[in-house]
């Protein structure tokens, strides 16, 4: 519960379709593009708020003239910080050039950031180091300008060795062991190869370079360049790239475990991870921002054609749910109603915990992101709080009296606000003892509305590690003295790791999985953990496709509740007087709520990937050597 589950990032493309001059005389300012990046990107800070970085190019300029600009930060606000920096360039232009504030030309030719393709990234700091090296977009510089290739994404690869391995046996010599800088040599690669072959052919042709140039920039077929580069990745992705003249792309992984939604008309192609920051920045219609389709690109050419490509067969479709329960944000139309679904279908088995007892019960939720599980759960008790009403007035026919019928009426679902954050509250000192003093004082509760005889029920988005419900919020919500504490996720129990894109990389952190290695020694079981590691180990040197995810073996001896007893077990102490019951969402729950975004490998172990099963594979191996490393 409110563990700092850590997504990757999330990415935002504009393309101008139109000439600068059209946008400062429409809109008031040539940098229309730059002011809606900066909101695309401020939509998505959920996305990552450890850097942000913005990247634009320049279409048809001169010899000498510069039309790359890319700014990135690691700042506190990173995306501030950008924006900041761009308006501080321009300003100060404006001041000592006054002269061009009406002159397009003369601002593009000049000012820096200013451009027609336009690609924005925000990220988390999972993997590697969060420097500013780190931040997307990344830059493959090149004198050829169909040679640069500026790259952003939202993803994991789970076979960056072998990827890695094919570059070295290109010839290449890559600077840095990362998905992202293996992915984009490998386009380079290809796009390499690609405008070489182009002006081979423009030579015969009788063409000279300088001729050439723009005929490479028709030519190039970005569609046969992402085939040949994506042929072996295995992952889930949303991969964005611009192209020194002025092509741009955005891929998506077959699976469609990555979000990508595109709008496009007359004077603007656009691309994000979330369908509402489109909505909202451009004020368009739900039904005018597409989906992009599994194992597609939608790409735009320099001329500002766009078209979608098949670029790889599309596997059976697993979306990832945790976009639904979590990342994306809670104002997109589908989302929200599934969110109150998932709260909706939480109900009885909450009531179960309560003994039907609404009426001796407080319900809160945490963090905000809950919120609108919250408001599903609480219509659902409504409505059969309602229906228990009807049936009291029918059943006492004429002898009720006006007082009694009032008394009944007037039962309400009792809701209250019971934990706020302290946002200003840093845990800042990293010794263990007094870290944990400051953790369980990140939030303040609500005083006096809870009664001794009271059940108080959270419910959250999901429980990961635990570490927070165990260290703080457990503790802090017995100090108001509730009868029984009932801790209700949204999501169903997290078994294994993540490795598309979620910062869950090992096993021994989830509170499932140390839960279920509790239940075995206490069933004298635990042989089955040896069993399972000679499985996997036997694996290892297995192609991904014959891999099997043994791990399942370590949890199938028990029933959903059996965990959950046993979480509730392993997450309250002595020092906890409520008797505390945590009841997790079912996966069929889950499937009902979200049915177009049914990836939940996190939850049964059933990764769409063949690189899955070696990466769960990988974590159990680690976790049973005792190595502290990432499974991918």
Same mark, same amino acid.
């Given at each position: 519960? #409110?563990?700092?589950?850590?997504?990757? $990032? +999330?990415?935002? *493309?504009?393309?101008?379709?139109?000439?600068?001059?059209?946008? !400062?005389?429409?809109? +008031?300012?040539?940098?229309?593009?730059?002011?809606?990046?900066?909101?695309?990107?401020? !939509?998505?800070?959920?996305?990552?708020?450890?850097?942000?970085?913005?990247?634009?190019?320049?279409?048809?300029?001169?010899?000498?003239?510069?039309?790359?600009?890319?700014?990135?930060?690691?700042?506190?606000?990173?995306?501030?910080?950008?924006?900041?920096?761009?308006?501080?360039?321009?300003?100060?232009?404006?001041?000592?050039?006054?002269?061009?504030?009406?002159?397009?030309?003369?601002?593009?030719?000049?000012?820096?950031?200013?451009?027609?393709?336009?690609?924005?990234?925000?990220?988390?700091?999972?993997?590697?180091?969060?420097?500013?090296?780190?931040?997307?977009?990344?830059?493959?510089?090149?004198?050829?300008?169909?040679?640069?290739?500026?790259?952003?994404?939202?993803?994991?690869?789970?076979?960056?060795?072998?990827?890695?391995?094919?570059?070295?046996?290109?010839?290449?010599?890559?600077?840095?062991? @990362?998905?992202?800088? @293996?992915?984009?040599?490998?386009?380079?690669?290809?796009?390499?190869?690609?405008?070489?072959?182009?002006?081979?052919?423009?030579?015969?042709?009788?063409?000279?370079?300088?001729?050439?140039?723009?005929?490479?920039?028709?030519?190039?077929?970005?569609?046969?360049?992402?085939?040949?580069?994506?042929?072996?990745?295995?992952?889930?992705?949303?991969?964005?790239?611009?192209?020194?003249?002025?092509?741009?792309?955005?891929?998506?992984?077959?699976?469609?475990?990555?979000?990508?939604?595109?709008?496009?008309?007359?004077?603007?192609?656009?691309?994000?991870?979330?369908?509402?920051?489109?909505?909202?920045?451009?004020?368009?219609?739900?039904?005018?921002?597409?989906?992009?389709?599994?194992?597609?690109?939608?790409? @735009? !050419?320099? #001329? +500002?054609?766009?078209?979608?490509?098949?670029?790889?067969?599309?596997?059976?479709?697993?979306?990832?749910?945790?976009?639904?329960?979590?990342?994306?944000?809670?104002?997109?139309?589908?989302?929200?109603?599934?969110?109150?679904?998932?709260?909706?279908?939480?109900?009885?088995?909450?009531?179960?915990?309560?003994?039907?007892?609404?009426?001796?019960?407080?319900?809160?939720?945490?963090?905000?992101?809950?919120?609108?599980?919250?408001?599903?759960?609480?219509?659902?008790?409504?409505?059969?709080?309602?229906?228990?009403?009807?049936?009291?007035?029918?059943?006492?026919?004429?002898?009720?009296?006006?007082?009694?019928?009032?008394?009944?009426?007037?039962?309400?679902?009792?809701?209250?606000?019971?934990?706020?954050?302290?946002?200003?509250?840093?845990?800042?000192?990293?010794?263990? #003892?007094?870290?944990?003093?400051?953790?369980?004082?990140?939030?303040?509760?609500?005083?006096?509305?809870?009664?001794?005889?009271?059940?108080?029920?959270?419910?959250?988005?999901?429980?990961?590690?635990?570490?927070?419900?165990?260290?703080?919020?457990?503790?802090?919500?017995?100090?108001?003295?509730?009868?029984?504490?009932?801790?209700? #996720?949204?999501?169903?129990?997290?078994?294994?790791?993540? $490795?598309?894109?979620?910062? *869950?990389?090992?096993?021994?952190?989830?509170?499932?999985?140390?839960?279920?290695?509790?239940?075995?020694?206490?069933?004298?079981?635990?042989?089955?953990?040896?069993?399972?590691?000679?499985? $996997?180990?036997?694996?290892?040197?297995?192609?991904?496709?014959?891999?099997?995810?043994?791990?399942?073996?370590?949890?199938?001896?028990?029933?959903?509740?059996?965990?959950?007893?046993?979480?509730?077990?392993?997450?309250?102490?002595?020092?906890?007087?409520?008797?505390?019951?945590?009841?997790?969402?079912?996966?069929?729950?889950?499937?009902?709520? $979200?049915?177009?975004?049914?990836?939940?490998?996190?939850?049964?172990?059933?990764?769409?990937?063949?690189?899955?099963?070696?990466?769960?594979?990988?974590?159990?191996?680690?976790?049973?050597? +005792?190595?502290?490393?990432?499974?991918?």
């Amino acid at each position: 519960m #409110s563990d700092a589950l850590k997504h990757e $990032c +999330g990415i935002a *493309m504009i393309r101008l379709l139109k000439p600068l001059e059209f946008y !400062k005389e429409k809109y +008031g300012s040539a940098f229309y593009g730059v002011n809606k990046m900066y909101l695309m990107m401020e !939509k998505q800070h959920n996305r990552g708020q450890d850097g942000a970085g913005f990247a634009s190019i320049k279409l048809n300029t001169n010899p000498g003239e510069r039309y790359i600009s890319r700014v990135r930060s690691v700042a506190q606000q990173p995306i501030q910080d950008i924006f900041g920096q761009i308006n501080e360039r321009v300003n100060k232009a404006f001041e000592t050039n006054p002269e061009y504030k009406e002159d397009v030309a003369a601002q593009k030719r000049n000012l820096p950031y200013i451009g027609e393709v336009l690609l924005g990234h925000v990220r988390y700091g999972t993997f590697g180091k969060n420097s500013v090296e780190s931040v997307h977009p990344f830059l493959r510089q090149n004198n050829w300008m169909h040679r640069n290739l500026i790259m952003a994404g939202n993803f994991n690869m789970t076979n960056v060795k072998e990827l890695f391995s094919n570059l070295i046996e290109l010839g290449q010599h890559p600077k840095e062991y @990362t998905d992202t800088i @293996t992915i984009m040599e490998k386009i380079g690669h290809f796009l390499d190869d690609a405008v070489s072959k182009i002006y081979k052919d423009l030579k015969k042709e009788g063409y000279n370079k300088r001729q050439a140039s723009p005929l490479i920039a028709e030519r190039l077929k970005v569609s046969k360049i992402l085939k040949r580069a994506a042929k072996n990745w295995d992952g889930g992705y949303a991969m964005a790239g611009l192209i020194g003249h002025g092509d741009s792309f955005v891929l998506r992984d077959p699976a469609g475990i990555r979000p990508t939604f595109y709008y496009k008309d007359d004077e603007v192609m656009v691309v994000a991870s979330e369908r509402p920051v489109i909505q909202t920045v451009f004020n368009v219609k739900f039904e005018d921002v597409k989906e992009l389709e599994p194992g597609h690109a939608i790409i @735009t !050419k320099k #001329s +500002g054609q766009v078209a979608i490509k098949k670029i790889l067969e599309p596997l059976e479709r697993k979306a990832c749910s945790f976009e639904r329960i979590y990342f994306s944000r809670g104002s997109d139309a589908e989302i929200y109603i599934e969110r109150k679904k998932l709260g909706e279908l939480l109900m009885p088995k909450v009531l179960e915990a309560i003994d039907n007892d609404t009426k001796n019960t407080v319900f809160s939720y945490i963090p905000n992101t809950a919120e609108t599980s919250f408001f599903g759960m609480i219509e659902r008790a409504e409505a059969l709080l309602n229906k228990k009403k009807t049936a009291q007035i029918l059943n006492g026919q004429r002898s009720l009296s006006a007082k009694k019928v009032t008394e009944i009426l007037s039962e309400r679902t009792r809701v209250e606000k019971i934990a706020i954050k302290d946002v200003k509250l840093r845990t800042f000192i990293t010794e263990d #003892s007094s870290r944990d003093d400051l953790v369980a004082h990140v939030y303040d509760v609500t005083y006096g509305v809870i009664k001794p005889q009271d059940n108080l029920v959270i419910i959250d988005d999901s429980i990961v590690r635990g570490t927070t419900l165990k260290k703080s919020i457990l503790k802090m919500l017995d100090r108001l003295n509730p009868k029984k504490i009932v801790v209700v #996720s949204s999501a169903p129990q997290i078994r294994y790791p993540d $490795c598309y894109g979620i910062d *869950m990389a090992n096993l021994e952190s989830l509170v499932a999985f140390r839960a279920a290695l509790s239940l075995l020694k206490d069933n004298n079981s635990y042989q089955i953990i040896e069993d399972v590691y000679n499985k $996997c180990k036997a694996q290892e040197d297995l192609n991904d496709e014959d891999v099997q995810n043994f791990v399942k073996e370590v949890y199938a001896p028990f029933t959903n509740e059996q965990l959950s007893d046993k979480i509730s077990e392993l997450l309250s102490d002595e020092s906890i007087n409520a008797e505390v019951k945590i009841i997790f969402q079912t996966v069929e729950n889950l499937h009902q709520a $979200c049915p177009n975004n049914n990836g939940d490998w996190y939850f049964t172990g059933n990764y769409p990937t063949v690189g899955g099963n070696r990466v769960v594979n990988r974590a159990f191996i680690n976790f049973y050597e +005792g190595n502290n490393e990432r499974a991918y």
